[in-house]
């Protein structure tokens, strides 16, 4: 039975205390943020409350409150109130396209939900099957335009790596240019997929600043999805009245091409070479000490040419444990 080793053990250890302060000290710097705001959002709430009581005496403080929880219910619902306190649709098949691939995409917003339990089901079953097709279509979509990419980076490498006849010197090394290949990508992503959509959307919704759309670009394309800005989900005021479906659809079309670029960003920093060889170098290094250990107990060069013994110790653990197992 294969224990673990004390070294894993004592790093395990370490990075979950370290993990365990990290989320600690967000928590306590969140509370001192968050809290004075609460306290003022309270406090104005209390006073409109009061201020409407006193302006119209024949409500009272009762029904009012079971009116405002039923406004609470209605909007945590998705339910829009619009002009004129008219109720806008919501389940549109536009919106519910949004919504579909907000849940597909784990963002989830949650500025609409299932409503009943035939939908919650239905939203269960949906997801398995639609969770995993999701990852493998923005798979698809990051390798193809990965050929591209590759071509931009196979053309660089031609005129910033090709070595000099004479001096034997070459302009730029592989390894610069790759990193030259990876920062113009991250700039083309940045400018495309956050910075622009960030001016559009402070554009489009209203009383939303530039860095509120950089807010919520960046919570989006990163699938944490607080749902405290929605876009095509403004009610008063706003340019794309008309045009909200089309809208509903620009969006949902924007996360899907924003994540299948995120996703071919990181497949281009991964073949960097010396990333590469740091994470082989972390997997294969147990089956690499015990190699060397081995040789060293038996006082053996590594460069002689290897024993059994040695075949067995630089063989797979699942190989290495079945070839003993028939020897015992």
């Known amino acids: 039975m294969t224990m673990l080793p004390e070294n894993a053990a004592y790093r395990c250890l370490v990075v979950g205390i370290v993990y ?40 009272d403080s009762e029904s009012l409150g079971v009116f405002l929880e039923v406004v609470e219910t209605a909007s945590s619902a998705g339910i829009l109130i619009g002009p004129n306190n008219t109720l806008v649709p919501t389940w549109s098949f536009a919106s519910s396209l949004y919504f579909s691939v907000t ?26 099957v639609g969770i995993p097709l999701t990852v493998f279509f923005l798979g ?15 053309f660089m490498m031609t005129k910033l790596n090709t070595r000099n006849t004479k001096t ?44 509120d759309g950089l807010y919520f670009v960046y919570i989006s394309m990163t699938t944490i999805g607080l749902g405290d800005y929605v876009p095509a989900f403004q009610t008063e005021d706003v340019p794309y009245e008309d045009l909200r479906d089309v809208y509903h659809l620009a969006v949902t079309v924007y996360l899907l091409f924003g994540l299948s670029m995120l996703i071919l960003l990181v497949e281009t920093v991964v073949q960097i070479p010396e990333v590469m060889m740091k994470l082989l170098a972390r997997i294969n290094f147990s089956s690499a000490s015990l190699s060397f250990d081995f040789n060293l107990r038996n006082g053996k060069s590594t460069a002689k ?16 444990s079945t070839i003993n197992n028939s020897e015992n």
């Open 20 to 59: 365990t302060i990290y989320l600690c000290l967000g928590a306590g710097i969140f509370c001192a943020i968050q809290q004075p705001h609460d306290i003022k959002l309270r406090v104005h709430l209390d006073n409109a409350r009061d201020n409407f009581l006193k302006q119209n005496p024949c409500v």
């Open 103 to 128: 849940l597909l995409t784990t963002i989830g917003y949650g500025h609409m939900v299932p409503l009943s339990i035939g939908s919650q089901i239905f939203s269960i079953l949906f997801s398995l």
């Open 140 to 154: 698809i979509i990051a390798t193809s335009f990965n050929k591209p990419s590759q071509s931009l980076l196979e």
């Open 168 to 211: 034997g010197d070459t302009m730029m090394s592989d390894h610069s240019v790759r990193l030259l290949h990876i920062s113009m990508l991250a700039i083309l992503i940045t400018s495309f997929l956050f910075l622009v959509p960030a001016l559009i959307f402070a554009r489009l919704e209203p009383g939303w600043t530039y860095f």
């Open 305 to 320: 040419e290897p024993s059994e013994k040695e075949d067995l110790a630089s063989q797979p653990a699942s190989t290495y």
